[in-house]
């Protein structure tokens, strides 16, 4: 598969060709149709603190089409349109228990939406309903932030806010 492969702060990414994932087990894979570029992807990138490691391939607010399925899995099948958070917990912790993944302490990260393929995590992936485009399902994680903002500022309906930023 050709992915896009970041090779340090202040170098050009690469396109590269690497070899296609194998789902392991619980994991799928997808062929990413879209995927979004956060602001979490700039900022890890910058050489300005912590970075991802060179030849990561980022991406975590995708959506694409199973192809491939791994051992075990019990509600996805190859056709599927799916997004998948970038983090899939434990599922046995506290946190997961309470149907916070991405709050595990020892969470498996999913990232790879700069790829033509990627894994995912079946626990942590969500099939998208057939009146959402493959546009609409890169948004789903972005959405999913700014609702748990909302949750945590315990907003009422009608509420007045500002929103910084883009």
């Known amino acids: 598969m050709r992915a896009a492969v ?3 702060a202040d170098r050009p990414w690469a396109i590269e060709s690497l070899p296609d994932p194998e789902p ?4 799928a894979v997808i062929k990413v149709g879209r995927c979004g570029v956060c602001g979490t992807d700039l900022n890890m ?12 391939v980022l991406g975590h607010e995708f959506c694409g ?11 996805l ?9 970038p983090a899939a917990g434990c599922g046995h912790c506290d946190m997961c228990r309470i149907g916070m993944q991405v709050m595990c302490a020892t969470p498996t990260h999913y ?10 995590a079946e626990r942590a992936s969500v099939k998208l309903p057939s009146a959402l485009s493959l546009l609409d399902g890169a948004l789903v994680e972005p959405l999913a932030v700014g609702l748990h903002g909302v949750s945590l500022a315990r907003l009422k309906p009608n509420a007045r806010v500002l929103v910084l930023g883009g």
């Not at 392991?24 to 994991?27: D, L, T």
């Not at 099948?77 to 958070?85: H, S």
């Open 65 to 75: 089409e199973v192809v491939a399925l791994g051992q075990d899995i019990r509600s």
């Open 6 to 8: 970041f090779k340090g």
């Open 45 to 56: 990138t910058s050489g300005n603190g912590y970075d991802f490691p060179c030849g990561s």
């Open 77 to 85: 099948k190859i056709g599927d349109v799916v997004t998948a958070m």
């Open 24 to 27: 392991g087990v619980g994991e």
């Open 111 to 120: 990232m790879g939406g700069f790829g033509e393929y990627m894994r995912i």
